[in-house]
């Protein structure tokens, strides 16, 4: 077994009581840490049994608000890749800027952004482009294995395309179009298949909204027939119960897919996600 420690992350966490050494197996597999589940959906989808992944947002966590562990730590420095998102989790960024560039892939850089809006993946063709460019990295990483990696790319950039097409279809003849949620995390999809996106809070599922801004939504959304307020796994339903209260509409769940329960996968949270839409927005 091989075990290594950086030296220079213990001396970065001297707050702390010492620095845990980090166990990984060599047995000739790319070693892949990827900040959030998306990316690690990505990393394992193309990488098969050719790649050992490790998530650093444990299940059920709240992947904006992690700070690393000195394991977590130990794990970056002993990846041969590092996948992130620079802006969604500042404690992956500075964990990655302790690494060699040539290791480390800020996916933000192949999938343009809107603005400070870092949830690109909940658009499936922007998710296929990041597909195709860690198929890249993982070549290079893995020479002798770079056809396999392309091929499974291209068989993930596939079923994009597919999921892709079942939401223009099914998003395509809806009596409402506002997608009312209790947080701003759904740009990248609703303005994907032409839905309107009014959230109560931004971008920050921790910032409080005042009560002018809860009043603005919900008359808002009255007005124009919502019947469905959308609230988050892993935020508290409470905001979105209210403003559905002060209309008479029901509260339920849209899943912005940071991470997923066990069972679930990127794909079957997007088809979930559908079938919610399409329900609240009344699409034939």
Not at 27 to 42: I, N, S
Not at 130 to 137: F, N
């Amino acid at each position: 077994m091989r075990w290594r420690a950086s030296a220079v992350l213990c001396a970065a966490l001297v707050s702390l009581a010492g620095c845990a050494v980090h166990e990984q197996p060599d047995d000739g597999r790319v070693r892949v840490v990827a900040g959030f589940y998306p990316l690690q959906f990505v990393a394992e989808e193309i990488g098969g049994d050719r790649v050992a992944v490790e998530n650093l947002t444990r299940a059920g966590a709240e992947p904006h608000d992690l700070e690393l562990q000195p394991s977590q730590l130990a794990a970056l420095e002993d990846a041969d890749l590092v996948l992130y998102l620079r802006g969604f989790q500042p404690a992956v960024d500075e964990g990655a800027d302790l690494q060699k560039k040539a290791k480390t892939f800020d996916v933000s850089t192949v999938a343009a952004l809107h603005g400070a809006d870092p949830h690109v993946w909940l658009d499936p063709m922007r998710l296929a482009t990041i597909a195709g460019k860690v198929a890249d990295r993982l070549a290079e990483a893995d020479p002798a294995h770079a056809a396999e990696f392309r091929e499974r790319a291209a068989g993930l950039e596939g079923r994009l395309r597919e999921l892709d097409g079942e939401y223009s279809r099914g998003l395509a003849n809806c009596v409402r179009h506002d997608v009312v949620t209790s947080h701003e995390a759904f740009g990248y999809l609703t303005a994907r298949y032409g839905l309107t996106q009014v959230p109560v809070t931004g971008l920050n599922p921790d910032e409080e909204p005042g009560p002018q801004r809860v009043r603005d939504v919900a008359r808002l959304a009255k007005e124009r027939g919502v019947t469905t307020i959308f609230f988050e796994s892993l935020v508290s339903p409470k905001l979105s119960e209210t403003v559905a209260r002060e209309i008479g509409a029901r509260a339920a769940v849209l899943d912005p897919i940071e991470g997923v329960e066990d069972g679930e996968t990127y794909l079957t949270a997007m088809h979930s996600n559908l079938a919610t839409l399409r329900t609240a927005l009344g699409c034939g």
